[in-house]
């Protein structure tokens, strides 16, 4: 650990170096403050000396202050995103619960055309998670987590549009639907099952804010930003098979296929544009 010490103060980006020695045990703990850049290739020179992987422990602290700087476009993590990939791509129980319950609430928004019920609906609606995981993992060829992710954002969508398919199909065999309802007849709704020159800019975008809210754990707020560009349609999607309107439940799927390919355009884009950043200042640092 001494030798560790000794190598870490001679890599760039590292501060703070301190070597902490347990006697009783013959153990040391060695810490150190890393600036964003260089933390991918930190932990390979360490692990190349020999310290397992599990010994090592990464901490994100937020500094305030004169001395907090704004991190830079080009300061990637990757150790830190692939791993939460590896997290999001898969499809737990509770992740379905989140969806089939968005679906659900969107759904009687989509019914009752409530905005303030498919908003609330996108505030819950966890399906950020496995969009920015498969954008990841396809910029870094895992193809393993893509696959999980994309399982995970396929079954969560269905799940929304399933449940809410069933509860429109249950409301309307009782008679509980509004007098004369026809689903998407005007209101905000009525956009949902064509698709117009706003829908592939709207969810690029979607995927490009999702992907740097990511990367600076703002994800749980700027995550509606996505839900904007799934939830509606999905659940537009559920409400028009649940009362046979088959030529709008064709439209709202076809809405809902080109959103969710634009959200991971956007998010592939993002990253490859942040690596290119960030090799073309290593390049000018190098060049120094």
Sequence with gaps: M??????????????????????ARD??????????????????????????AQDIVLLRVDSIGGSAGQQSLANVV???????AGANARPVARYLVFMAMAGIIAAFGVIY??????????????????VTAAATALVLRRRRIAGRALVA??????????????????????????????????GFLQDLSSVNVSTPIVAFAAGVAGMLALETRASSAVGVAISVTTIPASA?????????????????????????????????A???????????????????
């Design 2 to 23: 001494t030798e560790i010490a000794e190598r870490l103060e001679a890599m760039h980006g590292l501060q703070h170096i301190i070597l902490t020695r347990d006697g």
């Design 27 to 52: 153990t040391a703990l060695v810490t150190a403050d890393l600036v964003d850049g260089a933390v991918d290739s930190v932990l390979r020179q360490v692990e190349r000396l020999g310290v397992p």
């Design 78 to 84: 990757w150790a830190d995103l692939i791993s939460q």
């Design 113 to 130: 055309e409530e905005t303030t019920l498919v908003v609330g609906a996108m505030a819950i609606s966890p399906d950020a998670l496995p």
């Design 153 to 186: 954002l396929g079954l969560g969508l269905g799940m929304s549009w399933i449940v809410g398919a069933v509860l429109t199909f249950v409301l309307n065999e009782l008679g509980l639907l509004p007098a004369g309802f026809i689903v998407g007849q005007g």
């Design 236 to 268: 537009y999607l559920g409400v028009a098979i649940g009362v046979g309107a088959e030529d709008m439940a064709a439209g709202a799927l076809l809405v809902l296929a080109v959103n969710v390919v634009m959200l991971l355009v956007g998010g592939c």
């Design 270 to 288: 993002t990253l490859l544009a942040q690596r290119g950043l960030g090799r073309a200042r290593a390049s000018r640092a190098d060049g120094r």
